[in-house]
Each structure stands twice: as C-alpha cells, then as structure tokens.
C-alpha cells in the first residue's frame, strides 16, 4: 500500500512538470514569437472581456479552451465544431493579448521582447538595424496583417517570415506599439529620425524628378544625355542617336543635374 502511495505521488510529480497551459503552449508555436503570455488573472476578469463574445464564434468555449477547462464543456461537440473552437480560441486569445499588451505588465513584458529584438530590425540600411514593433492597420479582425513599425524612419513594413505574415493585426492593434514608445520616450529614451537618404545616381550624376511634358524637361534631358555622352565619352555618331527628345531613349531618361 505505501508503495503503491509512492509509485503515484512520483507520477503525478512527472505529470506536473509535462504539464504546458494552452497560453503557454500557443505562445510557443512557431510563427507566434510575436505574442506574449497573457495572464490568466486577466483572463478571468470579465471587464477585461467586454464586447468580446458578439465579436467571437463559440465564445464561452473558446475561452474553456484558454482557460483550460475543454474537458468540462467540449465533450459534446463534433469534431468539425471542436476545429471551429479551436480557430475561435486563437482569434480570442488574439483579441484579449491586444488589449494586455497596453496594459503596465503588458507593456513591460513586449518592451523586453523588443529590446531583446524578437521582433526584428528595420529593414531600411539608413536605420541602423532599429528594433521594430508589430502594429495593426486595423482594430478590427481579418482587416489586415501584422505590419512591423520602425520608431526611427516611422514606417511600417511586412515582417520577413512567411508564418507572421499571415497573423492578425488586431492581434496587436493601433495603439499598442506608439503607446510602448511614447512610455519610453518619457524614461528618456529617443528615437532620432535618420537624416541620411539614399542618392540615386546615373554615372555619378543625381537624378532629379522630372517635370514631364514641359519644354523645360526636355532641354533638360537632352542636356542629361549631352553630360552621359561626354562622360562616357560617347563618338560624335553615336551621340546623335539620342538627339530627338522624342525618341523611346531619350523620353525614357530622367532629369539629372550634378
């Protein structure tokens, strides 16, 4: 008898430290390192939920999903409407993590997250490799995906992998990513906008927007050609092929001043 007492209290040990909550176990998924574990506490606080169930299929067993309690409610359900529970769980989950991440532990946990850069860089040279944020164009579910939002140039762009393209903005909302910064802005932390722009050029002559359609345009177009030519040093026949400002060639070639 004691040793049937030991052989369970040692598997039920085991079982303890195999045990992986439904967060947890979400949250870990590839493809999902943007979210963070939401805590059941905030869960459980109904407030925390307001307006949620018109806006989720199967909501009250969506959230026993969440919550861990499925073996009490699911039972009874098909399996086609246990993967539709399942779907309604993620999108839950989803919609309550956009309205903890604006909360102070919230806020704290995704600020880690972001000065560790789990969420990347800026993919734009002149940033410097800036951290990024996930940010949603929209509030509102399957309006639009994440978008990553770099404080420095202040624009957003797709995140490079394929698994977090397809997640939902609403996920991390429009608020969540500029409320993070202006806190960090207030701890003193600055994000200098870069002044440092890319040039494009053409033989190391810049290019300047065209005024198309004006006299003006051409004469300077031609005088763009007349510079190549000269810095190519182009024959005298040659040349004379781009000497129309109607042709394909020279209609196709920009302003350009030095």
């Known amino acids: 008898m004691d040793e049937l007492s030991v052989d369970i209290g040692a598997y039920d040990i085991e079982a303890d430290e195999e045990y992986s909550s439904w967060i947890t176990w979400f949250c870990e998924l590839k493809g999902n390192e943007f979210f963070c574990v939401v805590d059941r506490e905030f869960i459980t606080d109904e407030f925390n939920l307001t307006g949620l169930a018109t806006m989720v299929s199967f909501y009250h067993y969506a959230l026993d999903i969440i919550l861990d309690m499925e073996m009490l409610s699911n039972t009874e359900l098909a399996e086609e409407q246990r993967r539709l529970v399942e779907s309604s769980a993620e999108t839950l989950y989803g919609l309550i ?154 209609s196709s070639i920009p302003n350009v001043s030095k």
């Open 97 to 250: 993590h956009a309205r903890f991440i604006t909360t102070n532990k919230g806020l704290k946990l995704m600020e880690e997250k972001f000065i560790q850069r789990e969420f990347g860089v800026c993919p734009r040279v002149f940033c410097g490799g800036q951290q990024v944020l996930p940010v949603g164009q929209s509030d509102i579910v399957r309006e639009s995906s994440v978008k990553l939002f770099c404080p420095k140039c202040q624009d957003i762009y797709y995140p490079r992998s394929s698994r977090h393209k397809t997640l939902d903005g609403a996920f991390w909302g429009t608020t969540f990513a500029h409320l993070l910064l202006m806190n960090m802005r207030e701890n003193g932390l600055e994000f200098t906008k870069p002044t440092q722009k890319y040039i494009p050029r053409i033989y190391g002559f810049r290019i300047r927007k065209p005024e198309s359609g004006t006299d003006e345009s051409r004469e300077d177009r031609q005088q763009a050609v007349e510079k190549i030519a000269e810095h190519l040093s182009i024959s005298t026949g040659a040349a004379c092929e781009f000497q129309s400002p109607d042709t394909a060639v020279l």
